[in-house]
């Protein structure tokens, strides 16, 4: 099943590719089972995990989000992982490009945000076409047809 073209390089995506690798399916099942603003807040945390050289392996990228998720809850983790994310994407876009090697700075940002408390609420409404993440997944799952 082809699933259009990637945005960024415009290659033909192949989803049965995508789902061949044990921890591929795992990690798209738990970015899928979160919500939208926490789900592209945890790719794009991962991605700084990722030297410019090479790409992010599957397996490590499951360590990852496991290892993020379990820090704190989403009300208080989306929040730093997004501001986590702007800050170190302006300290690239000033030429300091070394990928991250473990979660201290989220930590450092995630006990920031605790103090000014700055909360995240998911949104709570249902999900309609390609709306959301789970919208997707359950469309792409669904053989009811």
Known sequence: MQLNRCPVCHNRIGLENLVQDEAGREVMARIASLDTATGSALVSYIGLFRAAQRDLAMDRALKLIN????????QWLTPALQETV?????????GEVRPLKNHNYLQKVLTSVRAR??????QQTAATGYSSAAAAHQRLTDTNW
């Open 67 to 74: 290892e993020t998720l379990a820090i704190e809850s989403v």
């Open 86 to 94: 702007e800050q170190l994407q302006q300290q690239r876009a000033q």
């Open 117 to 122: 408390g700055v909360r995240y609420t998911p």
